[in-house]
């Protein structure tokens, strides 16, 4: 579920560093995000029909070569901001939003944009949501107390996760700029 | 999209306790490089940062145990790192309350002993003292265990006294360090409820230390120590989302 709201702002992040044909799409979306689980053709270009429909990318012509579809991708000025929208606004928080942040700090560094920023913007809106829940415990029913430490363990996870890669962004980008 | 890992500014409307542009080193160590940080009466912030940050350091200074190497700290309008050591531990008996992690009790003295601590050397009477002091015990689910020795406390318990001491003179401000940090979770969460509903009942400011999410969940707003240097998280978010 995750993944299908995260893949067209991927593929927008991969257009706006360099403008590219969906095979070369694909492999680059599989190198930096696929972890162990590739993006079918299908969806890529299926992705890349609904941005062209929606003004984010244009597709230019045809071109000879090698791969089922030579069209070369460019982000327009509407996908750029979709995407900058997306990158700087701290997601809902929520457990399991792992994938997600990990593809919003990879593109932020590939793109040259504040990832550590991004991150502080992360972690106060987990906090708030903790705080929420925090509430909810204080004065809830023990059923509720018990959902809020759900969602409290959950989100001290995602928090961990960021503390650590905000340590790790200097060697992460280094990495990222090098592939 | 303006500078967003900017350190936080004072604010502009004063807080009860300020530190402005603050300097701490030990030795030649730097801790704190030009920390500010505002506190309204009546606010619940805390302190967070990773290990070596400075956040302990910032508390120390914000209460007058260390005074800053530059910059100032404020206190209810008035210069508090320029006062006499004298004085700021004054302050300190009469206005502020201390929580710490562990290490903060007097072990061979009693529940009640060590609760109407604080009082007897604000010379109240030792009647009235231990009469406020005993007032605190079933505030704390401490019911029976005045006359313990908190040596002989766990630390959930032992943890209960340090905060019904910190709080039985009606500090102004509550200084809280990692007050959970030896407690397991739900011993920890105890505490957690009672500092925080205890402080909202008694109208005291606090300033809590932590490296715990959970635990700072209970404050009302949280700032980031990074580098010896003030972050507001909100602040930031703000400015990315523009």
């Known amino acids: 579920m995750l993944r299908c709201v995260t893949v067209p702002y991927t593929l927008l992040g991969l257009l706006e560093r360099e403008p590219s044909h969906g095979y070369d799409l694909k492999r680059d979306y599989d190198a930096f995000f696929g972890r162990g689980k590739a993006l079918p053709f299908g969806q890529v270009y299926a992705t890349l029909s609904r941005l062209a429909r929606d003004g984010k990318v244009t597709d230019g012509d045809l071109e000879p070569g090698a791969g089922p579809d030579r069209k070369r991708y460019v982000i327009t000025e509407s ?68 959902l809020a430490d759900y969602g409290l363990f959950h989100l001290e996870a995602d928090l961990h996760w960021i503390d650590t890669t905000a340590a790790r962004l200097s060697a992460l980008a280094e990495m990222v700029r090098a592939s | 999209m303006t500078s967003p890992n900017s350190p936080q500014a004072p604010r502009t409307r004063s807080g009860l ?69 004298t004085r700021r531990t004054e302050l300190r008996r009469t206005d502020f309350g201390f929580v710490f992690q562990f290490g903060q009790l007097v072990p061979e003295l009693t529940v009640a002993d060590n609760i109407a601590l604080p009082l007897l050397l604000n010379k109240v009477g030792r009647k009235d003292a231990y009469a406020r002091a ?49 407690l397991d979770t739900l011993t920890g969460e105890m505490v957690m409820d009672l500092l925080v509903g205890m402080a909202r009942e008694e109208g005291s400011t606090v300033v809590l230390v932590t490296h715990d999410a959970r635990v700072a969940a209970y404050a009302e707003r949280e700032v980031m120590v990074r580098d010896g240097k003030v972050f507001n998280p909100a602040q930031t978010q703000v400015e990315v989302a523009q």
């Not at chain 2, 505030?139 to 709080?167: F, N, P, W, Y």
Request: charged share 25%; with cysteine.
């Open chain 1, 79 to 146: 996908g750029s901001r979709e995407l900058d929208a997306w990158l700087s606004q701290p997601s809902e928080p929520e457990p399991h939003l792992q994938t997600v942040l990990f593809a919003k700090v990879v593109l932020a560094l590939m793109l040259d944009r504040p990832a550590g920023a991004y991150l502080d913007a992360q972690r106060s809106a987990h906090l708030r949501r903790m705080r929420e829940l925090t509430e909810v415990k204080r004065t809830g029913a023990l059923m509720d107390v018990m």
């Open chain 2, 17 to 85: 306790i300020e530190a402005r542009d603050i300097y701490f080193s030990f030795g030649h160590t730097p801790a704190l490089a030009g920390a500010s940080l505002s506190v309204a009466s009546g606010e619940i912030v805390a302190v967070m940062g990773p290990s070596g940050s400075g956040k302990s350091t910032l508390l120390h200074c914000l209460a007058g145990i260390f005074a800053p190497d530059r910059g100032e700290v404020w206190y209810e309008g008035e210069r508090l790192d320029t006062r006499s050591d």
């Open chain 2, 134 to 182: 005993d007032t605190w015990l079933p505030r704390m689910g401490l019911d029976g265990l005045g006359s313990r020795r908190t040596g002989e406390l766990s630390g959930g318990q032992a943890q209960r006294v340090a905060l019904a001491r910190a709080l039985v003179a009606r500090p102004r401000l509550l200084f809280a360090d990692e007050p959970t940090g030896s």
